[in-house]
């Protein structure tokens, strides 16, 4: 049924706070057994045999005990199951924190932040439900009947078989009619979507509306739609609760027919007053746990979609490849000569059929600066990501001085390239950790001077805490220009020995622009750099330009050769479609 | 606790079926305990082996209750559901009509999205607010009374050991716990939150994080915040698991309590034994009326959280002026800006200073500017979403700021920067700009914007879907939708906003060309960098920093040295790879 196997391993791994929490929460219905054993002795004593208080006050005193100990053992079975509860979530979150972690910015790339998110935070909170009630339930109403079964028999055996004949009833009935509930849900699927999001379409929409002038009139069509998605609603739950409506009518029914059934029996002396009260005190119980497992069952269906959510992005495929091992050190390459050689290089991305890049051969020799050019989709980002390791390529291989980067640590190789994004992040954080990330190992005047090359002095001596201001908060905003200076920081910092830039393409003001390009003019010199093109003068100003076309490279060249020479370059330059 | 008492007056609109619900939620409890109760009868009775005839009635209340109990429990469930949903219609309805005049001022803030995740989750919880808290605390307080009553025939004393332990357990137990509970509730709702936005920073900037080796710090620090959430979440969970506790405790000490005082009653021949035998079930079954309640404290709580906020969002709001001038229809418009000046509420510095210019029917503006210069401030300006601190905006003499915002509207046909899509069909989201248009218009329209062979390829022509946002089309084709519905409205001014931002320069042309078409008797305001949209211009305004500082055609500016040309040489080095 609503089980996940997986989910399973993760209680199971708990070993003994799972046993203990089962255990004790079967002690809890067991004891109620006992005690309404003891409760019928009580009734019966007093009403059969005529006792006073003082005959069965050592009974009601040991009633007063089992509930004391029901009570304690209640509260263990549902702080263990809490605390297991607690424990696997943080589990699993570290977990998904760590494959996100390996899965990189790749994955991110095609996944919407939101719903990670949710899947990592609300989708594991959902889970709460499944391990802390519905796990231990399932268990539960399995053990507690089987027990109030083996107590009932050899004192009843008419009832124990309305037991045993009607228990089945209850997840046989379950299961059909959540079928005919589940087919009805997805028959008014859409419209429940629809109607739904309807209002939610609105609130975002509500400017548009606004400029079309029709969000007055709106209202009445959300008053329409949420009434017809009350009466569509109202259509699935009369036969989702059904569900709930047979499981109450097997169990009451059959209470009744015990009752009833004893009650004759009772008539005709077949069954002592006190068996009979006892029978009609627990018969409730017997399928109090078989109804708890279905008022349940929601959190449990609701606990193993977010499952499968979690586990679908466990299981997600690894887009780097970690399995070999470093065997070389970077730094002592770093300062002395170094190429990079591209040899047959070929990427494709999941689930594409056309290759991103195909049969790249390339030589990178230090102090050149590279230029990539091309139309977007031409492989220009696919080939900066492969060289910043993020995804590996299908086939064909990159080479630092003849070895394969592979051979490096990720680690290493990062610290070995430095990548100038398009859209850096800001992290709500001082402008200290924003330039350092947190490392440590950096002076202040190290930061300050990386800040100055980056033409950030101005605004650090404006900030009242300097490098302590906090930069989302209170109300320091960094312009877009400054951000792209938060970024070159990063970079002049770091002191890479291969960078690799993506060129803002956003419309920034003149003065703005000029000032930056000189920054990163600065930050290029004397280092090798390969660059996303998208202004002619970088272009014009690269020793090489590599020109991609759809996956391949058509040309490579400077940019006077490839104009000359290269007709189809020359139609890219100028913006016109490309004759094929 | 003003949010609560709107609520409430919303459930007095469903009087009807409130009563009903809470009709049927007695009831089917009370079956409950009445079928326990009668099956108590049965057997101690059966048990002084009386005729059966004597036996019949309550055999057959026993099958009545356990028959009733169930149907009352489906019938309850979809009556109350029913109240659910017809509270979350007027709620949406009453939250839409208050929000709508300042909109979209009023929903914006600092993190997109941030505010409608709120409304969102604070109707889900008021929502449930008749469910949850009113239909448990009303059930459980007739059942305490009815039950009380009935138990207190026997003996006065009964009744009321049995009415307190019921209080006790249903009422001041749960509010204690709520009380306990509260600050742990809201420390990890902020827990929760702080989580959830740095687990967001952390994936948005996991590019910059591994790039620089910073992932194991941020990670780590996440790792931490984890480690709070689960502590806090601990605390939580020994307040709850005690109160599970004590509910226990206080449910098996009230039967035993009431038995202590019950059995000697019975020797006193006060009453018989099968009466303790009933009053000792029904005692039993009648808890289950506040087995709710705890639920039912945090969830009051929470509502009262959410209805404050909720309804305090639209009342501070820009509100249409009530009797604002709504001119007759003007057949030859005139729009006039007069040293219009615009600062955000919370900004410190002018996005707009002293904006002058006026534009003529057929006459076409463009404007030019670096971004954040102040263009999307300036469209928000004639919509009327904000007003400018000093200047004017007039029509015809008529200031924007004396008339009817919606008459405001109705002069522009607006392409906005990134224009919503709704969840709805082509033609759906078509209509919205001209709901009597016909579908050879509509297909008229959408070969205008060179969409022709997109249309021809829907599964299902105008009806097929377009998802949430427009998802199920690339860039360029929302664009040209967006457009194509432009197109649709015949309005005196139009404003367009990068309008060809998202398209290549063939299929460029082409929509320019229908727009222009279509809108040559129009006065245009263009926002643009695109050199081939600005040839066809009657002036010219570029904006730096909120001000005009050059104007004119595009030739004498090209050849003047100032802001333009360097946007042009910047506009010029720039590859146009889309």
């Known amino acids: 049924m609503r089980f996940n196997p997986r989910l399973f391993t993760e209680a199971r791994i708990n070993g003994l706070l799972f046993i203990l929490t089962v255990l004790s929460s079967f002690l809890v219905g067991g004891i109620a057994v006992l005690q309404s054993y003891q409760l019928s002795l009580v009734i019966s004593g007093v009403f059969i045999d005529h006792r006073t208080l003082k005959e069965v006050n050592s009974l009601l005193q040991l009633i007063l005990a089992l509930v004391l100990i029901r009570v304690l053992f209640n509260v263990i079975s549902e702080l263990l199951a809490g605390r297991m509860t607690i424990n696997i979530k943080n589990k699993l979150r570290v977990e998904l924190l760590a494959k996100i972690d390996r899965l990189g910015p790749e994955y991110l790339k095609n996944e919407q932040t939101g719903e990670l998110t949710t899947t990592a935070l609300q989708g594991v909170d959902a889970l709460d439900e499944y391990f802390s009630q519905y796990l231990p339930q399932v268990l539960v109403s399995v053990l507690l009947p089987l027990t109030i079964l083996a107590v009932v028999f050899p004192i009843d055996p008419l009832t124990g078989i309305v037991f045993v004949l009607t228990a089945p009833l209850i997840p046989l009935f379950m299961v059909l009619i959540g079928w005919a509930a589940e087919a009805l849900t997805r028959r008014q699927w859409k419209a429940l979507t629809y109607l739904g999001s309807y209002f939610l379409d609105t609130l975002q929409g509500i400017s548009t509306l606004k400029l079309l002038g029709r969000s007055r009139e709106r209202a009445a069509d959300v008053r329409q739609a949420s009434e017809h998605y009350r009466q569509t609603t109202l259509e699935v739950l009369r036969v989702t609760f059904i569900s709930a409506l047979a499981l109450e009518l097997i169990a009451t029914i059959s209470t009744a027919v015990v009752a009833v059934e004893i009650g004759l029996r009772l008539l005709y002396g077949r069954i002592a007053f006190q068996q009979a009260f006892f029978i009609l005190l627990i018969a409730p119980d017997f399928y109090l746990p078989l109804r708890n497992l279905s008022a349940r069952y929601h959190a449990g269906m609701t606990g193993v979609t977010a499952a499968q959510k979690i586990y679908s992005l466990l299981d997600a495929p690894e887009p780097v490849i970690h399995a070999v091992q470093p065997v070389r050190q970077l730094d002592e390459v770093a300062n002395a000569d170094f190429k990079i050689s591209i040899r047959n290089l070929s990427y494709s991305y999941p689930g594409l059929s056309s290759h991103s890049l195909e049969h790249i051969n390339l030589e990178i020799e230090k102090g050149r600066h590279y230029a990539l050019a091309g139309r977007s989709g031409s492989g220009k980002s696919t080939m900066a990501r492969i060289l910043l390791r993020f995804i590996e390529p299908d086939l064909g291989e990159i080479l630092l001085n003849g070895s394969a980067i592979q051979e490096y640590s990720r680690d290493d190789w990062r610290r070995f390239t430095g990548w100038l994004p398009q859209n850096p992040s800001i992290f709500n954080d001082t402008l200290l950790v924003n330039v350092t990330l947190g490392d440590p190992s950096f002076t202040i005047n190290e930061v300050e001077s990386a800040l100055r090359s980056a033409g950030l002095a101005e605004l650090l001596a404006s900030l009242p805490l300097g490098l302590a201001t906090p930069l989302l908060e209170s109300g320091t905003r960094l312009s877009g220009g400054q951000l792209q200076r938060l970024a070159l920081a990063r970079v002049f910092l770091r002191q890479p020995s291969l960078l690799l830039l993506d060129e803002p393409t956003s419309h920034l003001d003149p003065d703005l622009a000029r000032s930056l390009d000189s920054s990163i003019k600065t930050l290029m010199q004397e280092r090798t750099t390969l660059t996303i093109a998208h202004q002619l003068s970088t272009i014009e100003g690269a020793d090489e330009v590599i020109f991609l076309r759809d996956g391949r490279i058509a040309a490579i060249g400077n940019h006077a050769t490839l104009m000359r020479t290269i007709p189809m370059y020359g139609d890219f330059i100028k913006g016109e479609e490309i004759r094929s | 606790m003003n949010g609560l008492r709107r609520l409430f007056a919303i459930l007095r609109e469903f009087t009807g079926e409130v009563l009903l619900s809470l009709l049927l939620g007695v009831a089917a409890i009370a079956a409950g305990i009445g079928l326990l109760g009668t099956s108590a009868y049965l057997i101690s009775s059966a048990a002084l082996k009386p005729s059966i005839a004597e036996l019949q009635v309550a055999i057959v209340g026993v099958r009545f209750f356990g028959i009733s109990r169930g149907v009352f429990r489906y019938l309850e469930r979809l009556v109350s559901h029913s109240v659910n949903l017809r509270v979350l219609t007027r709620l949406r309805e009453d939250f839409y009509r208050r929000v709508e005049p300042g909109a979209p001022a009023n929903l914006a803030a600092h993190r997109s999205g941030e505010i409608l995740d709120r409304v969102m989750g604070d109707l889900e919880t008021l929502e449930n607010f008749y469910v949850r808290v009113v239909a448990p605390a009303v059930v459980a307080l007739v059942i305490i009374t009815g039950v009380s009553f009935f138990v207190g025939g026997y003996a006065l004393r009964l009744g009321l050991i049995l009415a307190l332990g019921l209080l006790i357990g249903g009422f001041l137990h749960p509010a204690l716990t709520a009380i306990v509970s509260k600050s742990h509730i809201q420390n990890l709702a902020r827990s929760k939150a702080d989580t959830s936005a740095r687990l967001v920073e952390v994936l948005q900037g996991l590019e910059d994080l591994q790039v620089y080796n910073a992932q194991d710090r941020y990670f780590g ?167 400018p601190q000093t200047g004017s905006i007039r029509i015809n003499g008529v200031d924007l700021r004396d008339a009817d915002p919606e008459w405001s509207r109705s002069m522009f046909s607006v392409l906005p920067q990134s224009a919503y899509l709704f969840n709805d069909s082509v033609r759906g989201n078509l209509l919205l700009a001209k709901t009597d248009a016909d579908d050879k218009e509509l297909i008229c329209v959408l070969e205008e914007v060179d969409l022709l062979d997109w249309y021809h390829a829907l599964p299902d022509g105008l009806d097929s879907w377009i998802g949430e946002h427009g998802v199920r089309m690339s860039g360029g084709e929302r664009q040209r939708l967006a457009i194509a519905r432009l197109l649709l409205q015949d309005r005196p001014f139009v404003v367009l906003d990068e309008p060809t931002a998202s398209l290549d320069r063939v299929t460029a042309r082409k929509v320019m060309e229908s727009i222009n078409t279509r809108t040559g008797d129009k006065g245009m305001l263009l926002i643009t960098y695109d050199l081939d949209l600005l040839k066809g211009m009657d002036e010219i305004l570029v904006i730096s920093d909120g001000r005009i500082t050059q104007r004119g055609t595009l030739i004498p500016l090209l050849e003047m040295d100032g802001v333009f040309r360097d946007l042009f040489d910047l506009e010029n080095n720039r590859i146009r790879d889309s």
């Open chain 2, 221 to 387: 620090s996440l790792l931490k915040a984890f480690q709070l959430s689960g502590n806090l979440q601990k605390r939580l969970l020994n307040i709850s698991v005690g109160s599970s506790g004590l509910a226990l405790l206080i449910t098996n000490l009230t039967v035993l309590t009431l038995l202590w005082t019950a059995i000697p009653l019975v020797g006193d021949g006060e009453f018989t034994g099968i009466s303790l035998a009933v009053i000792t079930l029904v005692a039993i079954a009648s808890f289950e009326a506040v087995t709710a309640m705890p639920a039912a404290a945090l969830n009051l709580n929470a509502s009262a959280v959410a209805a404050a906020r909720l309804f305090s969002i639209g009342d501070g709001a820009i509100r249409g002026r009530v009797g604002a001038v709504t001119p007759d229809l003007i057949s030859c418009p005139e729009l006039i800006l007069d040293g219009v000046s615009f600062t955000y509420p919370e900004g410190d510095h002018a996005v707009l200073a002293g904006l002058d210019f006026a534009l003529k029917p057929g006459c076409k503006i463009a404007i030019v500017g670096a971004s954040g210069a102040g263009k999307t401030s300036l469209v928000n300006l004639l919509m009327s979403f904000a007003q």
